[in-house]
């Protein structure tokens, strides 16, 4: 796979030894030039450092992708750095907490599991669709195993609606863009073995590698992948 040329923006890319960071290294030694995005915008600057040390094309953007004025000024400025052409946006921004038993839940917190894994989805993918038709590109999101048919659900209800929300959210743009060349597909991993989930499950745990979705999300975005869309991909 080659991506020389092309630019990725990548939502959800900040604190080091997480996914985000695995990806986006991943499109920046293949040619891509990266926007890396984060509500930290420290984080995501340090990442994108990091792979301009090493010879690559990257840049951090801070940004609440909960706030539509925001994000629509942010899709202005990689707009303007692109010429108006974005080859791929992999939105891996978003949130887990355990919910509790649906009788003992919060409210407040079901909300707030929607706004980050499902209304950033909506709010960023509406704002770059200009920019990937331009291209006839690709959308990536990151959706949970709770998605795929019996995965575990209990005790994380509100983070796993907001998952098959964001699903939904992917399978309308898969089939309302698919005439103007744009796919739209997302990736179902099992516990990644990020920086996270090593300190809070520990060393033991069955993971799937970081750079395992890494290679997904690159296929996913490539040419080879250009007659897949709508689909979601476990990755175990």
């Not at 953007?61 to 202005?76: F, W, Y």
């Not at 887990?96 to 009788?103: C, D, H, K, R, T």
């Not at 998605?147 to 209800?157: H, M």
Request: with cysteine.
């Amino acid at each position: 796979m080659d991506f020389s040329g092309r630019s990725i923006v990548l939502t959800g890319v900040g604190r080091e030894g997480q996914v985000g960071e695995a990806v986006a290294a991943a499109f920046a030694a293949l040619g891509a030039r990266v926007f890396l995005v984060d509500r930290q915008e420290n984080e995501a600057r340090a990442r994108a450092d990091g792979l301009v040390a090493a010879g690559r094309r990257a840049a951090g953007l801070g940004v609440d992708l909960t706030d539509e004025n925001a994000v629509a000024a942010l899709a202005e400025r990689v707009r303007d750095a692109t010429g108006g052409r974005v080859h791929a946006l992999v939105h891996l921004a978003g949130g887990f907490v355990s919910s509790g038993l649906v009788a003992d839940s919060d409210a407040s917190l079901w909300a707030r599991q929607f706004l980050l894994n499902a209304t950033t989805a909506y709010i960023t993918a509406r704002a770059f669709l200009p920019l990937v038709r331009a291209t006839k590109g690709a959308f990536v999101f990151f959706a949970s195993e709770a998605v795929l048919p019996g995965g575990r659900t209990a005790g994380v209800s509100a983070y796993a609606a907001s998952k098959s929300a964001l699903v939904s959210l992917m399978q309308s743009i898969a089939q309302e863009e698919g005439s103007r060349g744009v796919r739209a597909n997302a990736v179902a991993p099992t516990a990644i073995r990020t920086a996270a989930n090593l300190a809070t499950m520990g060393p033991n745990a069955a993971y799937v590698t970081r750079e395992d979705v890494a290679n997904v999300v690159l296929w996913l975005c490539s040419e080879e992948a250009r007659a897949v869309s709508g689909q979601v991909i476990p990755v175990r």
